[in-house]
Protein backbone atom coordinates (compact mmCIF):
# COMPACT_ATOMS: atom_id res chain seq x y z
CA UNK A 1 0.00 0.00 0.00
CA UNK A 2 1.05 3.34 0.11
CA UNK A 3 0.58 6.64 2.21
CA UNK A 4 -0.14 9.40 0.05
CA UNK A 5 -0.66 9.47 -4.04
CA UNK A 6 1.78 12.15 -5.51
CA UNK A 7 -0.05 13.70 -9.08
CA UNK A 8 1.56 16.19 -11.89
CA UNK A 9 -0.55 18.57 -12.27
CA UNK A 10 2.30 20.79 -14.71
CA UNK A 11 5.14 20.18 -16.44
CA UNK A 12 8.62 21.35 -14.79
CA UNK A 13 11.87 23.61 -14.72
CA UNK A 14 13.70 20.33 -15.86
CA UNK A 15 12.00 19.08 -19.32
CA UNK A 16 12.73 21.65 -21.64
CA UNK A 17 9.50 20.17 -23.95
CA UNK A 18 7.75 20.13 -20.81
CA UNK A 19 8.22 23.57 -19.09
CA UNK A 20 6.35 24.09 -15.96
CA UNK A 21 4.04 26.79 -17.04
CA UNK A 22 2.40 23.75 -19.08
CA UNK A 23 -0.41 21.97 -17.61
CA UNK A 24 -0.54 18.31 -17.64
CA UNK A 25 -4.08 17.64 -16.55
CA UNK A 26 -7.33 18.75 -16.50
CA UNK A 27 -9.64 19.24 -13.36
CA UNK A 28 -11.87 16.39 -13.88
CA UNK A 29 -8.94 14.03 -14.00
CA UNK A 30 -7.54 15.83 -11.16
CA UNK A 31 -10.81 15.71 -9.17
CA UNK A 32 -11.27 12.19 -10.14
CA UNK A 33 -7.78 10.93 -8.65
CA UNK A 34 -8.16 13.19 -5.44
CA UNK A 35 -12.08 11.50 -5.10
CA UNK A 36 -10.39 7.82 -5.35
CA UNK A 37 -7.90 8.58 -3.36
CA UNK A 38 -9.83 10.10 -0.56
CA UNK A 39 -12.20 7.39 -0.75
CA UNK A 40 -9.03 5.17 0.19
CA UNK A 41 -8.40 7.47 2.96
CA UNK A 42 -5.05 8.93 1.06
CA UNK A 43 -3.84 12.23 1.17
CA UNK A 44 -2.86 13.69 -2.45
CA UNK A 45 0.36 15.66 -3.22
CA UNK A 46 0.85 17.15 -5.71
CA UNK A 47 3.51 18.23 -8.06
CA UNK A 48 2.36 21.80 -9.40
CA UNK A 49 4.12 24.68 -10.78
CA UNK A 50 1.99 26.57 -13.46
CA UNK A 51 -0.36 29.39 -12.00
CA UNK A 52 -3.66 26.96 -13.30
CA UNK A 53 -2.17 23.94 -12.06
CA UNK A 54 -2.01 25.67 -8.59
CA UNK A 55 -5.20 26.85 -9.15
CA UNK A 56 -6.75 23.30 -9.96
CA UNK A 57 -5.08 21.46 -7.75
CA UNK A 58 -6.15 23.77 -4.47
CA UNK A 59 -9.60 23.79 -5.58
CA UNK A 60 -9.42 19.80 -6.48
CA UNK A 61 -8.69 19.02 -2.70
CA UNK A 62 -4.86 18.50 -2.47
CA UNK A 63 -3.81 18.48 0.81
CA UNK A 64 -0.26 19.96 -0.45
CA UNK A 65 1.23 21.18 -3.06
CA UNK A 66 4.94 20.90 -4.21
CA UNK A 67 6.91 24.00 -5.99
CA UNK A 68 4.02 26.58 -6.38
CA UNK A 69 6.83 28.32 -8.49
CA UNK A 70 4.29 31.02 -10.70
CA UNK A 71 1.91 31.35 -7.35
CA UNK A 72 -0.17 34.55 -7.64
CA UNK A 73 -2.59 36.49 -5.57
CA UNK A 74 -5.62 34.22 -7.26
CA UNK A 75 -3.83 31.21 -6.36
CA UNK A 76 -2.97 31.97 -3.29
CA UNK A 77 -6.79 32.81 -2.10
CA UNK A 78 -7.61 28.74 -3.73
CA UNK A 79 -5.21 27.56 -1.67
CA UNK A 80 -5.86 29.37 1.75
CA UNK A 81 -10.01 28.51 1.26
CA UNK A 82 -9.00 24.84 0.94
CA UNK A 83 -6.56 24.40 3.53
CA UNK A 84 -3.79 23.03 1.38
CA UNK A 85 0.03 23.12 2.37
CA UNK A 86 2.74 24.53 -0.27
CA UNK A 87 6.32 22.87 0.45
CA UNK A 88 8.15 24.83 -1.73
CA UNK A 89 11.29 22.61 -2.20
CA UNK A 90 13.30 25.82 -2.38
CA UNK A 91 16.52 24.31 -1.19
CA UNK A 92 16.34 21.71 -4.03
CA UNK A 93 15.68 24.15 -6.93
CA UNK A 94 18.31 26.58 -5.80
CA UNK A 95 20.62 24.09 -5.99
CA UNK A 96 20.35 22.94 -9.24
CA UNK A 97 20.44 27.24 -10.02
CA UNK A 98 23.59 27.55 -8.29
CA UNK A 99 25.60 24.24 -8.52
CA UNK A 100 23.74 22.45 -11.17
CA UNK A 101 26.44 22.48 -14.03
CA UNK A 102 29.42 21.07 -11.62
CA UNK A 103 26.98 18.13 -10.94
CA UNK A 104 26.34 17.66 -14.71
CA UNK A 105 22.78 18.94 -15.19
CA UNK A 106 21.90 20.11 -18.70
CA UNK A 107 22.82 23.63 -19.00
CA UNK A 108 19.25 24.44 -20.27
CA UNK A 109 17.71 23.25 -17.01
CA UNK A 110 20.56 24.94 -14.88
CA UNK A 111 19.31 28.46 -16.66
CA UNK A 112 15.56 27.73 -16.13
CA UNK A 113 16.11 27.26 -12.38
CA UNK A 114 18.02 30.59 -12.51
CA UNK A 115 15.09 31.85 -14.52
CA UNK A 116 12.44 31.23 -12.27
CA UNK A 117 14.52 31.73 -9.18
CA UNK A 118 12.84 34.83 -8.20
CA UNK A 119 9.94 34.38 -8.87
CA UNK A 120 9.98 31.10 -7.05
CA UNK A 121 10.90 33.23 -3.50
CA UNK A 122 8.55 35.66 -4.39
CA UNK A 123 5.84 33.42 -4.47
CA UNK A 124 6.82 31.45 -1.48
CA UNK A 125 7.31 34.87 0.95
CA UNK A 126 3.62 36.16 -0.98
CA UNK A 127 2.35 33.12 0.47
CA UNK A 128 3.97 32.78 4.07
CA UNK A 129 2.60 36.79 4.44
CA UNK A 130 -0.45 35.71 3.47
CA UNK A 131 -0.79 32.91 6.23
CA UNK A 132 -0.31 29.75 4.00
CA UNK A 133 1.10 26.90 5.68
CA UNK A 134 4.48 25.96 4.47
CA UNK A 135 6.22 22.67 5.07
CA UNK A 136 9.80 21.71 3.78
CA UNK A 137 11.84 18.99 4.02
CA UNK A 138 15.27 17.54 3.78
CA UNK A 139 16.23 18.09 -0.15
CA UNK A 140 19.29 15.39 -0.86
CA UNK A 141 20.69 15.61 -4.56
CA UNK A 142 23.42 13.31 -5.79
CA UNK A 143 24.56 12.56 -2.20
CA UNK A 144 24.29 16.39 -0.85
CA UNK A 145 21.67 17.28 1.59
CA UNK A 146 20.49 20.66 1.06
CA UNK A 147 18.51 21.40 4.58
CA UNK A 148 15.07 23.31 2.56
CA UNK A 149 14.39 25.54 6.15
CA UNK A 150 17.40 27.33 5.21
CA UNK A 151 15.74 28.56 1.83
CA UNK A 152 12.06 28.97 3.46
CA UNK A 153 14.17 31.29 5.66
CA UNK A 154 15.20 33.67 2.31
CA UNK A 155 11.62 33.71 1.39
CA UNK A 156 10.24 34.68 4.85
CA UNK A 157 9.04 38.36 4.91
CA UNK A 158 11.85 40.89 4.75
CA UNK A 159 12.82 41.81 8.13
CA UNK A 160 11.82 38.74 10.22
CA UNK A 161 14.18 35.80 10.92
CA UNK A 162 11.88 33.43 9.10
CA UNK A 163 11.14 31.51 12.44
CA UNK A 164 7.49 30.79 12.03
CA UNK A 165 8.25 29.20 8.06
CA UNK A 166 11.03 27.12 9.69
CA UNK A 167 8.58 25.63 12.40
CA UNK A 168 10.42 28.27 15.34
CA UNK A 169 13.69 26.34 15.27
Known sequence: ??????????????????????DTISMKELRAIVDEAT??????????????S????????????EHAIYLDEEGTEAVLENKVAI????????AYAEHGLEHGILPEIV?????????????IRTAHEA???IVGWMEAYRGEVFAARYRVVEAAPRGTDGARARGGA
Open 54 to 65: IIKAAKAGVKTI
Open 131 to 133: GVT
Open 1 to 22: GVDWVKVEASGTGFNPLCPAQR
Open 111 to 123: AAHRITHEAHVNA
Open 87 to 94: CPTLGLYT
Open 39 to 52: DKGKPVACHAESRN
